[in-house]
């Protein structure tokens, strides 16, 4: 079964800087996709950014952007010139291209606080 | 605005009473799917369905069920709720594939968060 492991409960860093939210997964699979959701104090879950698994290149989003390292299974999330809208819980997510119910498994998420 | 519609936005029970969470998407997704959110764990699959008609159980099936009778609605029916049954219910939705949902992720709803007393 795939794990996914957050080690970061809680963060927090002055507006402007660069943070890092660490994610880690466990997986035999060579085919999958990892995510980040971004989920406010609207309760709203939001999609951040997304990784294919068979690409080498990181994914980028504007302030976004992650380090894929597929062979130590670890995806972190980098956000450039840190806003204060961006406090929320991030949550990492993995999902198995092809699994039969199509499930994300998810990390328990970090706290993010963006300090003005 | 298209997207995904849950009620109600704050529910609280008694034990042993049932009811219904309401989710509707006007994506036309064939996907759609119903996730708990408990505090300190990640989410949770309780149920899914990949067109109407055909639903399946998730991690956490036990005290749930699902119908999809149109492609727009998937309700989720408390049968008889148990105070382990509070949590923040989501429901989700996305395009379908043969590998799976797309990899542009699922579309989510505001959540409902529900107390059993």
């Known amino acids: 079964a795939q794990t996914v492991t957050q080690s970061q409960p809680e963060m927090s860093v002055q507006e402007a800087e660069t943070v890092t939210l660490s994610c880690t997964y466990d997986t035999s699979e060579s085919n999958y996709y990892l995510f980040w959701y971004k989920q406010p104090p609207s309760r709203q879950m939001i999609l951040v950014i997304r990784q294919e698994a068979y690409k080498q290149q990181n994914a980028t989003e504007n302030r976004f952007s992650v380090n894929f390292q597929k062979a130590a299974k670890s995806f972190s999330l980098k956000i450039s010139d840190s806003q204060l809208g961006d406090t929320a819980m991030y949550f990492c997510?993995?999902?198995?291209?092809?699994?039969?119910?199509?499930?994300?498994?998810w990390g328990a998420g970090t706290k993010l606080i963006i300090k003005p | 605005n298209a997207g995904v519609t849950q009620t109600p936005k704050f529910q609280v029970l008694k034990t042993g009473q049932s009811m219904t969470l309401q989710c509707a998407q006007d994506m036309n997704h064939e996907y759609m799917s119903w996730y708990r959110q408990d505090p300190g764990m990640g989410l949770r699959l309780i149920h899914y369905?990949?067109?109407?008609?055909?639903?399946d159980q998730g991690e956490v099936p036990n005290g749930y069920n699902v119908s999809r009778s149109t492609t727009e609605d998937f309700p989720l029916r408390l049968l008889s709720a148990a105070p382990s049954q509070t949590s923040v219910y989501f429901c989700?939705?996305?395009?379908?594939?043969?590998?799976?949902?797309?990899?542009?992720?699922?579309?989510f709803g505001s959540g409902t968060r529900l107390t059993v007393v």
């Open positions: 997510a993995f999902m198995k291209q092809g699994d039969s119910n199509y499930q994300l498994i």
């Open positions: 989700a939705s996305s395009y379908f594939s043969g590998a799976g949902p797309t990899s542009s992720g699922y579309t």
């Open positions: 369905s990949v067109g109407a008609g055909i639903t």
